[in-house]
């Protein structure tokens, strides 16, 4: 018997941890002054993402799932504008940016296409 929960075998889930780790470390080169702000507000954002995917995936309901894809992708979204202001305000280079900015953009189409499929 295997043991798991079924969102694990996710690899949206699976990228979405990784890209939420990701935006932990990014943010701890953002200055002490933005620790309450947009450090809090990009990282819990990100961390949303694989959040409501699994709480999506444990329903029993496509429309929940669906309900529940929608908010991951609106975090999504979220840090994306996150990582306009860090770029805007010097936190972050312009490579970080692209690299996190292409991350992020793979991410919402293989979670966009995932939300199609779900029924």
């Known amino acids: ?9 996710l690899i949206i889930w699976q990228k ?7 935006i932990d ?5 953002f200055t002490a ?11 819990r954002a990100a961390d949303s993402i694989a959040l409501n ?4 995936s444990i329903g ?3 429309p929940e799932f669906k309900k529940f894809m929608g908010y991951a992708i609106r975090s999504l979204a979220e840090v994306v504008t ?9 936190y972050i280079s312009e490579i970080e940016f692209n690299q996190f900015y292409e991350n992020a953009f793979n991410l919402m189409n293989i979670m966009v296409a995932f939300k199609k499929k779900i029924q």
């Open 1 to 9: 018997m295997e043991i798991g929960f079924k969102f694990e075998k």
């Open 16 to 22: 979405a941890m990784v890209f939420g780790e990701d």
């Open 25 to 29: 470390v990014l943010t701890k080169k």
């Open 33 to 43: 002054n933005e620790l309450y702000n947009l450090s809090s507000q990009i990282r």
């Open 53 to 56: 995917i699994s709480e999506g």
């Open 60 to 62: 029993q309901s496509t």
């Open 82 to 90: 996150c990582l306009h202001k860090a770029s805007k305000r010097k």
